[in-house]
């Protein structure tokens, strides 16, 4: 017995046997429902050959139609005739071209699914056609320009036939890197996408002329600025990623992850009154964030302001009570303090100061934060600098007594010890 194959032409459907087409011209009185549910009970069995002839005589009566995954099943049903191991040669091109125009009309249908159709059709050029790489990689495009949510496997092919094809008479390598970018950025976890970037380039300070590129052809996008930035940023190439992000900063100056970037470029560099400005910037933009003032605090700790450190430290604090990392650095200035104002004698405010850090330490630990085994232990590490009982005892101060530091260089403490 003949097999049939079934597929749409205008005002008819044309069938195929062993031997010849023959168009069939459209009855109109057929019954619509006899055919959809002959269409579903042959496709729940699995006679796709029957169900294929009624989902097209479904078709054939109302293209609209779009009940019970409709056209995603009449898809699964050519694609598995297509593939099939008892599939007629002579038939797959008959299957691959009905699925094709399968796609183009289920994209107009349903459309909350057209990026799906348009991405399996796409996928299906590259299968069963032998496509130009331009007509694939077109197709791709067109479904991924739905903005629709397609799955990341199409954007992965796409990427790969950007990069297969790349070469100086085409922009497919910049294409190839933004869209793996646009993946990484999506994923952060996903090391697939940072792997495609890397294998596009003969090393990662190629990929950083890549992005420069795009951006210099295209030079009002912040989309491409900041991708140049962040792929400078990407191999710690700070210095040059000031440059784009100077120009994020100018052009979008509410966007606070372009201030956060460019200041944390800026301190990377050694640009320490250009970081201070922009931490500045974010604090304005961002007010009860707890990181923009801890990282003006260690900024000011290693110029050695170590009063206008621990204000941000407050700062910090204030924005998070119970974060024990600002408490670990307001130690580390109190130790820093006694070590700067240690001139070869060791005398009792020295000891008072380092008692305080080793205070302050304890006070981090007890937080139980990310930073509290090494608070516990940098305070066992330096307790023996502090006050001795001998200390305490010629100085006639006993148990509970207030001690105020001050003197020497330590006045802007402000701080107490208590004698234990």
């Not at 796609?103 to 909350?112: G, N, S």
């Not at 793996?180 to 380039?201: C, F, G, I």
């Not at 119970?322 to 670990?328: E, G, K, R, S």
Request: net charge negative; with cysteine; hydrophobic share 35%.
């Amino acid at each position: 017995m003949p097999i049939l194959i079934f597929f749409i032409v205008p005002k008819s459907i044309v069938a195929q046997d062993d031997s010849q087409l023959v168009v069939i011209p459209r009855p109109d009185s057929l019954q619509f429902m006899a055919h959809v549910s002959l269409w579903y009970e042959a496709y729940k069995t699995k006679d796709y050959n029957s169900s294929l002839t009624h989902g097209f005589e479904v078709i054939r009566r109302d293209e609209t139609f779009n009940k019970y995954k409709f056209y995603t099943r009449m898809e699964e049903i050519l694609r598995y005739m297509h593939d099939s191991t008892d599939a007629d040669e002579s038939y797959k091109s008959v299957y691959a071209d009905t699925l094709i125009y399968l796609y183009d009309l289920a994209a107009k249908i349903d459309t909350e699914r057209t990026g799906y159709y348009l991405a399996r059709k796409a996928f299906t050029y590259e299968q069963w056609f032998e496509k130009e790489p331009e007509e694939v990689i077109e197709a791709y495009e067109n479904a991924i320009g739905t903005g629709h949510n397609i799955s990341d496997i199409y954007y992965d092919r796409l990427g790969i036939y950007y990069s297969s094809h790349a070469d100086e008479s085409n922009d497919y390598k910049l294409k190839a890197l933004e869209l793996y970018s646009n993946l990484s950025e999506k994923d952060p976890t996903n090391q697939l996408w940072v792997s495609r970037m890397n294998n596009l380039a003969e090393d990662e300070y190629e990929l950083i002329e890549i992005t420069k590129k795009s951006w210099d052809l295209d030079p009002e996008s912040l989309e491409k600025a900041y991708k140049y930035a962040m792929t400078a940023i990407r191999v710690n190439e700070y210095e040059t990623a000031i440059e784009p992000l100077l120009f994020l900063t100018e052009r979008s100056p509410d966007v606070i992850n372009y201030w956060r970037e460019l200041a944390r470029a800026y301190d990377k560099t050694g640009k320490t009154d250009e970081a201070i400005k922009a931490y500045n910037s974010l604090i304005n933009l961002e007010p009860e964030n707890r990181d923009n003032y801890l990282n003006l605090a260690i900024i000011y700790q290693g110029l050695n302001q170590l009063s206008v450190a621990r204000s941000f430290l407050k700062k910090a604090s204030s924005a998070d009570p119970d974060w024990d990392y600002p408490l670990y650095i307001e130690a580390q200035i109190y130790e820093q303090a006694a070590r700067n104002c240690i001139a070869g004698k060791f005398e009792f405010e020295d000891k008072c100061v380092y008692q305080l850090a080793t205070d302050t330490y304890r006070q981090a630990a007890a937080k139980g934060g990310d930073f509290s085994e090494r608070a516990r232990s940098r305070a066992n590490s330096i307790a023996e600098f502090g006050p001795s009982q001998e200390d305490y005892f010629f100085r006639k101060l006993k148990t509970g007594a207030v001690i105020n530091i001050k003197g020497k260089c330590y006045d802007w403490i402000g701080r107490s010890i208590t004698v234990p």
